[in-house]
T-cell receptor, first 114, second 111 residues
Framework: EAGVVQSPRYKIIEKKQPVAFWCNPISGHNTLYWYLQNLGQGPELLIRYENEEAVDDSQLPKDRFSAERLKGVDSTLKIQPAELGDSAVYLC????????????FGPGTRLTVT | QKEVEQNSGPLSVPEGAIASLNCTYSDRVSQSFFWYRQYSGKSPELIMSIYSNGDKEDGRFTAQLNKASQYVSLLIRDSQPSDSATYLCAVFYNQGGKLIFGQGTELSVKP
């Protein structure tokens, strides 16, 4: 069974530029998560999707971050414009359903903003 | 009090020893607990889940849960250098319906 797929793996951009990350969850997983992980910290939830619906985006900085999950499968997370403080690893995870189910992570995208 | 607390380490153990990783959490009604392993430069990998008080064993790994004390631990028996990684404790908080991670404990197993 294929795991969670993310691209790109690495991205270097200048501040004020836009950037987008893509995620394909494990087949059949209805719930998709985007997390942010800073060095030395655990992942922090940005947004959770159940199928196409964003059910928890309370931690997403909506002035510059946006996300979508069209057709309830793939998802894209966008930052526009990027700031220096956005440098981090962006992780996508999926689970069979919402709730206290096991979540499986993709390889992540390491973003560096210069 | 942080929602999920772990000692950041590093915890250093000799090869073959038992490594003990600890985690406390603040939500008294949490029911689901997870341990993730994260190698340097890699993403978190789920290695154990535990939902009931007591011990759960999987190979060299044993997760222990004590809900009354709000404490969950991970024991690694016969530690190997390949176990050197950061171990993340994660607790599912019913209020808000989200998984909260600790900051992780770095484990170093010395040959």
């Amino acid at each position: 069974e294929a795991g969670v797929v993310q691209s790109p793996r690495y991205k270097i951009i200048e501040k004020k530029q836009p950037v987008a990350f893509w995620c394909n969850p494990i087949s059949g997983h209805n719930t998709l998560y985007w997390y942010l992980q800073n060095l030395g910290q655990g992942p922090e939830l940005l947004i959770r999707y159940e199928n196409e619906e964003a059910v928890d985006d309370s931690q997403l900085p909506k002035d510059r971050f946006s996300a979508e999950r069209l057709k309830g499968v793939d998802s894209t997370l966008k930052i526009q414009p990027a700031e220096l403080g956005d440098s981090a690893v962006y992780l996508c995870a999926s689970s069979a359903d919402s709730g206290a189910y096991e979540q499986y992570f993709g390889p992540g995208t390491r973003l560096t903003v210069t | 009090q942080k929602e999920v607390e772990q000692n950041s380490g590093p915890l250093s153990v000799p090869e073959g020893a038992i490594a003990s990783l600890n985690c406390t959490y603040s939500d008294r009604v949490s029911q689901s607990f997870f341990w993730y392993r994260q190698y340097s430069g890699k993403s978190p990998e789920l290695i154990m889940s535990i939902y009931s008080n007591g011990d759960k064993e999987d190979g060299r790994f044993t997760a222990q849960l004590n809900k009354a004390s709000q404490y969950v631990s991970l024991l690694i028996r016969d530690s190997q250098p390949s176990d050197s990684a950061t171990y993340l404790c994660a607790v599912f908080y019913n209020q808000g319906g989200k998984l909260i991670f600790g900051q992780g404990t770095e484990l170093s197993v010395k040959p």
